[in-house]
Structure formats: C-alpha cells, structure tokens
C-alpha cells in the first residue's frame, strides 16, 4: 500500500517554463489537495478536489492549474513558472468518511525555478 | 474560514511534558480538531483528532474545552525526536472542505 505518491521529487526550470506535478493515491479518497510551503512557513493550500471531475481555489491559486480526470490522481500544473514558484508541494488526500480533517500527506515535491 | 492561532515557537528539555494551546474561535459546529506534527523535508502525519473534552492515544492527548474555542496537545516526557513542527487544523465543511493550515508551533527539545 503506496499511500499518497508524488511525481517528481526534485525539479528545476527555468523562468516560463511549464510542468506537470503528478499525485496518486491507492487509498480510493475522495479529497485531494496541494498546497505549497515555503521555508519557514506553514502549508497555504493551492487547490482542491472533493471528487473525481471537481476542483476548488483554495487560498493561493493564482499561477496553478489542477485536473482530477481520475480519482486516484490530482495533477498540478504549472503553465509559466516564475521563481516565486520555488517551493516544496504536498499533495494530501482524505476519506469521504473521514473529512473531518484526517490528511494522509505525500513526501513532497521540491521544484526551483531559475 | 475557522482560523487558527498558536504559538510560533517552544523550547522544552527532555523528559518534560509539552501542552501547545491552538486558538479557534469561530470554530464550526461540525468541525473536529486535528494536531499534525511535520518534520523537515517530510510531509505532515496525524498525531490526534477529537472533537470535545479529552483523547488519549500512545503519542500525546488533546484536550478541549467546552466552548471548543481552543484546543490542547499534550506531549508527555518528551524527547529529541519531538522536535518538529506541530500544526493543529480545524475541519471546515462549511466551506467546502478546504482545509487550510496556519503557520504551525516549532519545538525545540534540548538534552
């Protein structure tokens, strides 16, 4: 059992490039969600799904784009990344039955934006 | 959006036990309280959800008044590998599930 898998772990682009962070979970969720972190601060939440086919802002989504075309994967993307892009995401997913705030977290995803 | 408030940062020594008080007051009638703990370059865990009074399990206890305006974790006899970060999120189904996380407690425990 995987859990919450996230694809790639380390990414470096340059300034307008674009890319795809992939997050997979075998856990059969129903909730997803990305956030950022930056260093020395807590996670801000960039975009959620509640269910395969959904997506919802959540508190910094400008520059991000989200798809939840299967409900085992939420993909974040990037169209133009700008170095303020640099962070680590985490994608995280939850039960229906649990969305009492229970987040099973993947390890991260460090991208650098040059 | 239910906010929370704690502490930016504890120091604590070995074996002494640690309460990190989170401040919620427009808390929901549905949310529950989660404590995770985060650390570096890892992503968050669970370490305790409940909703009101007190919750016990093998890694700390959470306890919550009546009003449920604020919440206590409590980690006894701590040791070096508590050190991390702890960060307490209040469920918000009024607002669609978006869960959102505030700036967490840093601990530090010293020998």
């Known amino acids: 059992n995987a859990g919450v898998t996230q694809t790639p772990k380390f990414r470096v682009l340059k300034t307008g490039q674009s890319m795809t962070l992939l997050c997979a979970q075998d856990?059969?969720?129903?909730?997803m969600y990305w956030y950022r972190q930056d260093p020395g601060m807590g996670l801000r939440l960039i975009h959620y799904?509640?269910?395969?086919?959904?997506?919802a802002k959540g508190e910094v989504p400008d520059g991000y784009n989200v798809s939840r075309l299967k409900k085992q994967n939420f993909l974040l993307g990037l169209e133009s990344a700008a170095p303020s892009q640099t962070s680590v995401y985490f994608c995280?997913?939850?039960?229906?039955?649990?969305?009492?705030?229970?987040?099973?977290f993947g390890e991260g995803s460090r991208l650098t934006v040059l | 959006l239910a906010k929370t408030t704690q502490p930016i940062s504890m120091d604590s020594y070995e074996g002494q036990e640690v309460n990190i008080t989170c401040s919620h007051n427009n808390i929901a009638t549905n949310d529950y309280i989660t404590w995770y703990q985060q650390f570096p370059s890892q992503g968050p865990r669970f370490i305790i959800q409940g909703y009101k009074t007190k919750v016990t399990n093998e890694v700390a206890s959470l306890f919550i008044p009546a009003d449920r305006k604020s919440s206590t974790l409590s980690l006894p006899r701590v040791s070096l590998s508590d050190t991390a970060v702890y960060y307490c999120l209040v469920g918000n189904s009024n607002s669609g599930y978006a869960l959102n996380f505030g700036k967490g407690t840093s601990l530090l425990v010293t020998p």
């Open positions: 995280a997913s939850s039960s229906l039955w649990l969305n009492t705030g229970e987040l099973f």
């Open positions: 799904s509640v269910g395969e086919g959904t997506t």
């Open positions: 856990m059969n969720h129903e909730y």
